[in-house]
């Protein structure tokens, strides 16, 4: 599980540092669909992620956040 773990956290990683790259996140996010797919991952299991997991989040100007 440890190892499912990290490489869930690499992921956010790759994702976080391309936000201000929209193609750039798109293509990470279609390779990790395509790897799924690949070892046979049901499209009808996307609904029960939450929708904050499904979608990329809205960018912000908010600069404060770190001190909320």
């Known amino acids: 599980r440890e190892k499912e773990d990290l490489s869930v956290m690499a992921f956010v990683q790759k994702a976080v540092a391309r936000l201000h790259e929209p193609e ?35 960018p912000t100007a908010r600069t404060d956040w770190f001190f909320l």
């Open 24 to 58: 750039k996140l798109e293509k990470l996010l279609q390779d990790l669909g395509k790897k799924h797919y690949s070892y046979g991952a049901k499209a009808k299991y996307v609904d029960l992620l939450p929708s904050s997991c499904a979608k990329p989040p809205k």
